[in-house]
């Protein structure tokens, strides 16, 4: 069956970094555009980061840009995010998303708390 596993979540300093992971099985991972997305606590859940199938097309929230990248790898069916200068309002549950056209698959979600 279809799983995305996140892992890479944990409690950070602000100003420091930390790199999600998505293990992705049980569907053609190079053939889905593959997103990760947060939620705060009382808020709702919006897209961070997104990249196309083939991995050529990136797209950032306004509020990740500089800070964050994406990327993954097809062959062994592995997304990525890279965070650096982590703030506080960074907090949240991260969540890995797979998308294509009526197909739309979600992990877990990792905790990632900010916090000196």
């Known amino acids: 069956q279809v799983q995305l596993v996140e892992s890479g979540g944990g409690l950070v300093q602000p100003g420091g970094s930390l790199r999600l992971s998505c293990a992705a099985s049980g569907f053609t991972f190079s053939t889905y555009g593959m997103n990760w997305y947060r939620q705060a606590p009382g808020k709702e859940r919006e897209s961070v980061a997104g990249?196309?199938?083939?991995?050529?097309?990136?797209t950032y929230a306004d509020s990740v840009k500089g800070r964050f990248t994406i990327s993954r790898d097809n062959a062994n069916n592995m997304m990525w995010l890279q965070m650096n200068n982590l703030k506080p309002e960074d907090t949240a549950v991260y969540y890995c998303n797979a998308v294509r056209l009526d197909r739309n698959y979600w992990g877990q979600g990792t905790q990632v708390t900010v916090s000196s």
């Open positions: 990249i196309s199938s083939g991995g050529s097309s990136r």
